[in-house]
């Protein structure tokens, strides 16, 4: 069964470094997205993509955060300097919405630890 | 934005038992999911359930759209079941708002 996955599980690093979240989504998928889950609290909605741009971003998404599809088959996100609340759980979804599916499916998540 | 609200928000469960988790929502709503967190963090697709019925091995789910809430039932609770269950709408604008969650430990 076709699934997201994601890439690395877990990445450590420094306050102040860029980080880069590798994202695989299901290939027939239009629709993509990044949530994040700060540990022990409810799982937020960071960006929406679609056709090659942002579709919706949340408050969350400021300029610090960027999404890129740098090829056909990757989707990423990149945070320009990390910040020591930016440590959380990072998931990668996709939907086809094709026939009026909305299903968003996740991926396994990348576990983001800033120190 | 929409509300969404889990009950109840920690549920303990002895092996074999049945049990209900209930999700609320403020607004009219065009999806609607339901997902287990298992101990690692990974969200696993439980239901996609707008509307309706829908029965998988142990887990059914029932979404009454009209009034706003949907069920999720476990029957013969397992040790694997334990988690966090997580329900999700979509307001007609593709990203999804998540409840709180409801905790269930399953005891053997």
């Known amino acids: 069964e076709p699934e997201v996955t994601q890439t690395p599980s877990h990445q450590v690093t420094q306050m102040g470094q860029e980080v880069i979240l590798r994202c695989v989504p299901i290939?027939?998928?239009?629709?993509f997205y990044w949530y994040r889950q700060i540990l022990g609290q409810k799982v937020e909605f960071l960006v929406s993509?679609?056709?090659?741009?942002?579709?919706?971003k949340s408050e969350i998404f400021d300029d610090q955060f960027s999404v890129e599809r740098p090829d056909g088959s990757n989707f990423t996100l990149k945070i320009r300097s990390t910040k020591l609340e930016d440590s959380a759980m990072y998931f990668c979804?996709?939907?086809?919405?094709?026939?009026?599916?909305?299903?968003?499916?996740f991926g396994p998540g990348t576990r983001l630890t800033v120190l | 934005g929409i509300q969404v609200e889990q009950s109840p928000p920690d549920l303990i469960l002895q092996e074999g038992a049945n049990s209900t988790l209930r999700c609320n929502f403020s607004?009219?709503?065009?999806?609607l999911q339901w997902f287990h967190q298992n101990p690692w963090g990974q969200l696993i697709n439980l239901f996609y359930?707008?509307?309706g019925t829908k029965q998988n091995g142990r887990l059914s789910a029932t979404t009454v759209a009209t009034e706003r809430y949907s069920l999720l039932y476990i029957s013969s609770s397992q040790t694997t079941d334990s988690g966090v269950y997580f329900c999700?709408?979509?307001?007609?604008?593709?990203?999804?708002?998540f409840g709180a969650g409801t905790t269930v430990t399953v005891r053997a």
């Open positions: 979804a996709s939907s086809d919405t094709s026939g009026g599916a909305l299903e968003q499916f």
């Open positions: 290939s027939n998928h239009l629709y």
């Open positions: 993509f679609y056709n090659n741009e942002i579709s919706e």
């Open positions: 607004d009219s709503v065009n999806n």
């Open positions: 359930i707008p509307s």
């Open positions: 999700a709408v979509d307001q007609y604008d593709y990203k999804l708002s």
